[in-house]
């Protein structure tokens, strides 16, 4: 028996680095959840602003309608929802970080297997890396680099496109008009979809 008991060991702990890796994995997941539903509820404010239905907001968004009425009563006790101009030609930095971010996830899907800028748009996607002034200037010389790799295959305007964001993101505008009064995060997301629209011929 007493070879039984021994076959019963308390496994050994994990070593402090092993643990510091496997949760800094779960903290990013959490963090980028974290983010989205932040973001979510800035879009609610928008949505609320263009006078849609809760009905509306709450297929959109997946949210239960109880869920919806709470964000939208919150939104309203806000005060006026933000302004925001669809317009591709904005100059302010989140404007012109979302349209890159939009260029580059068409590349990446485009060319899954060879794009350079694929593990960034990822780890953006991931929570894993942020809009910060070092991480648009590694997107933008990736996205640089597959226009060049891939000139061939890809049309025009995305050449067209990372030229007049480029030009944007070295010549900052001191003021972003009206629109700029929606936050940083809403008007990248806005400005990645209509940029991804806009390539797809879609807009």
């Not at 609610?44 to 009425?69: C, H, N």
Request: hydrophobic share 35%; aromatic share 4%; charged share 35%.
């Amino acid at each position: 028996m007493a070879g039984e008991e021994g076959a019963y060991r308390n496994p050994a702990t994990l070593t402090e680095e092993q643990a510091g890796r496997m949760l800094a994995d779960m903290n990013e997941v959490i963090r980028a959840g974290e983010e989205m539903r932040r973001l979510r509820a800035e879009m609610i404010k928008i949505f609320v602003g263009y006078g849609w239905t809760q009905e509306k907001i709450a297929r959109l968004t997946d949210m239960s309608q109880p869920a919806v009425s709470k964000q939208v009563t919150k939104c309203r006790a806000d005060g006026p929802p933000p302004s925001v101009e669809l317009s591709l030609d904005q100059c302010d930095a989140p404007w012109l970080e979302g349209r890159l971010w939009g260029l580059a996830e068409e590349i990446s899907e485009a060319f899954r297997d060879t794009a350079r800028c694929a593990r960034h748009v990822d780890a953006v996607a991931r929570g894993r890396k942020r809009f910060t002034p070092q991480s648009v200037d590694e997107l933008r010389r990736l996205v640089e680099e597959d226009l060049r790799l891939h000139r061939a295959e890809l049309p025009g305007g995305y050449r067209k496109a990372y030229d007049e964001i480029s030009r944007g993101l070295d010549v900052p505008s001191k003021t972003g008009g009206p629109a700029a009064t929606a936050p940083a995060s809403v008007r990248r997301a806005l400005a990645c979809r209509i940029q991804r629209d806009r390539l797809r011929g879609d807009a």
